[in-house]
């Protein structure tokens, strides 16, 4: 499919996907959005892709945020439908069985910082700068950042930098647990291909299942520990698991047929 607003390129495995409207700041319209729904759902269904990378085009911004020319005429109605549209986008994301992984560059602030929470990893450069600045143009996170926020970070600085707006640096983002490494900016892809190439070794039916596992233990109504039983007993019945523990028997490596 051809896209106006990303770049995607399927290479060893790793669909990466580019947000590619830097002369914006990379920000979040309408379109987008759709184009990324549409990126994401492709990862769902082709074999060929294995894991993801979420990065901005260029050094200034992973996504500075929504594109507020769209919305700022909205009506409560209109409000809802925008956010419950990138909500369900971004759980597309969340819940892909696929590892996707945010290779955070510049400012990623808004609903940029929205889309890198909704991924699985986050690896930053050194010159990233996060923040949810909602509140200054009288408004909250609408696409779950308030609720992954806090999922990371925790319920205190959470509210400490949802209500001051603050931005923060990639270490300060390091130290709180909201990224998981960071990097000088020309390493930054080739670190998130290492990480997606130490998962691939891994048995890939076992990795959608952690997915859904850890997902689990924030869904609401949802007893994380019974999904765990459930999802461990699938996993008994999969080629992947015989292939796993013959391997080891046999002390050598396991080649997962993914089934």
């Known amino acids: 499919m051809a896209y106006n607003n990303i770049l995607t390129e399927i ?3 790793i669909l990466t996907l580019t947000i590619n409207r830097p002369d914006k700041l990379n920000a979040l319209n309408t379109d987008t959005l759709a184009e990324i729904r549409s990126a994401i759902q492709s990862a769902y269904d082709e074999l060929e892709v294995k894991g993801v990378i979420i990065t901005g085009a260029g050094e200034k911004a992973f996504v500075a945020g929504a594109d507020i020319s769209e919305f700022m005429s909205f009506g409560p109605d209109e409000g809802k439908k925008l956010a419950a549209n990138g909500q369900e986008i971004f759980n597309l994301i969340e819940n892909c069985p696929k590892p996707v ?6 400012f990623t602030l808004g609903g940029g910082c929205e889309l890198s929470m909704a991924c699985h990893i986050r690896v930053a450069s050194e ?12 408004l909250i996170p609408g696409y779950g ?55 691939f070794t891994k048995g890939p039916v076992a990795i959608s299942k952690i997915i859904g596992t850890v997902n689990a233990y924030f869904e609401e109504g949802t007893d994380g ?9 699938d ?23 993914g089934k």
Do not use: Y
């Open 11 to 13: 290479e060893n495995s």
């Open 101 to 106: 992984i945010a290779a955070v560059n510049g």
């Open 127 to 138: 010159n990233a700068k996060f923040g949810q600045p909602e509140v200054s143009l009288g």
């Open 145 to 199: 950042g308030t609720q992954r926020l806090i999922q990371l970070i925790g319920k205190g600085k959470a509210f400490e930098l949802l209500m001051t707006a603050d931005m923060i640096g990639a270490q300060d983002a390091l130290q709180l647990g909201l990224v998981n490494h960071v990097t000088p900016q020309e390493e930054l892809l080739p670190k998130c291909h290492e990480i997606l190439k130490k998962i």
């Open 225 to 233: 520990f019974q999904k765990e039983i459930d999802l461990f007993g």
């Open 235 to 257: 996993c008994c019945g999969t080629e992947d698991f015989r292939e796993g523990t013959a391997a080891f028997l046999e002390k050598r490596k396991a080649d997962f047929p």
